[in-house]
């Protein structure tokens, strides 16, 4: 069985944020995958920094972290685009640090879906100084990000029926 994870935090306030991005691609692609049948899809039901906890109940042997693909939010690309990485460090996602720690491993797929807003040449805009960061993460998409995030959810599905079909180097090379 594939695992896809969304990474969020759990309740009400935190539905449209930024930091839910993961739930929030979740939700937009379970419906649209042709392999849904094979996939479980994960919704951690902790907050961010302990998503590990519900994770590594999952992962029972090497095998199944070959299976696991990571989603969450990265405010180092800009909204719209994504970027397919494997057995990487978690870049002070805390979140996906989690899960690195306890999995005892890096190895496993991550997508990750930008959440910065971008200049008309492509230049991120993020915000500066942990508090803003955080400030950032916890605000709400306004519905025209929310548009650009479901356009992406197209690309999202092609990649991850392409990383189960035909593995994730090639799903790298088309979609990075």
């Given at each position: 069985?594939?695992?896809?994870?969304?990474?969020?935090?759990?309740?009400?306030?935190?539905?449209?944020?930024?930091?839910?991005?993961?739930?929030?691609?979740?939700?937009?692609?379970?419906?649209?995958?042709?392999?849904?049948?094979?996939?479980?899809?994960?919704?951690?039901?902790?907050?961010?920094?302990?998503?590990?906890?519900?994770?590594?109940?999952l992962?029972?042997?090497?095998?199944?972290?070959?299976?696991?693909?990571?989603?969450?939010?990265?405010?180092?690309?800009?909204?719209?685009?994504?970027?397919?990485?494997?057995?990487?460090?978690?870049?002070g996602?805390?979140?996906?640090?989690?899960?690195?720690?306890?999995?005892?491993?890096?190895?496993?797929?991550?997508?990750?879906?930008?959440?910065?807003?971008?200049?008309?040449?492509g230049?991120?805009?993020?915000?500066?100084?942990?508090?803003?960061?955080?400030?950032?993460?916890?605000?709400?998409?306004?519905?025209s990000?929310?548009?650009?995030?479901?356009?992406?959810?197209?690309?999202?599905?092609?990649?991850?029926?392409?990383?189960?079909?035909?593995?994730?180097?090639?799903?790298?090379?088309?979609?990075?």
């Amino acid at each position: 069985m594939k695992l896809v994870v969304g990474l969020g935090n759990p309740g009400k306030e935190y539905e449209n944020t930024r930091h839910n991005t993961g739930y929030i691609m979740l939700s937009m692609i379970e419906k649209k995958l042709d392999l849904k049948d094979k996939i479980k899809f994960v919704y951690p039901d902790k907050f961010m920094n302990n998503s590990g906890k519900v994770v590594a109940p999952l992962i029972k042997s090497k095998k199944d972290l070959k299976d696991l693909v990571v989603i969450y939010d990265d405010i180092d690309l800009p909204i719209g685009k994504m970027k397919i990485s494997f057995n990487r460090s978690s870049g002070g996602h805390n979140g996906l640090g989690s899960i690195i720690k306890a999995l005892k491993s890096e190895e496993f797929l991550r997508i990750r879906i930008g959440t910065s807003p971008a200049t008309s040449s492509g230049k991120i805009r993020k915000p500066k100084g942990e508090k803003d960061v955080l400030k950032f993460l916890l605000g709400e998409y306004k519905k025209s990000e929310l548009e650009i995030l479901k356009k992406l959810s197209k690309k999202v599905v092609e990649a991850l029926e392409t990383i189960f079909t035909e593995g994730k180097e090639k799903a790298m090379s088309l979609y990075n």
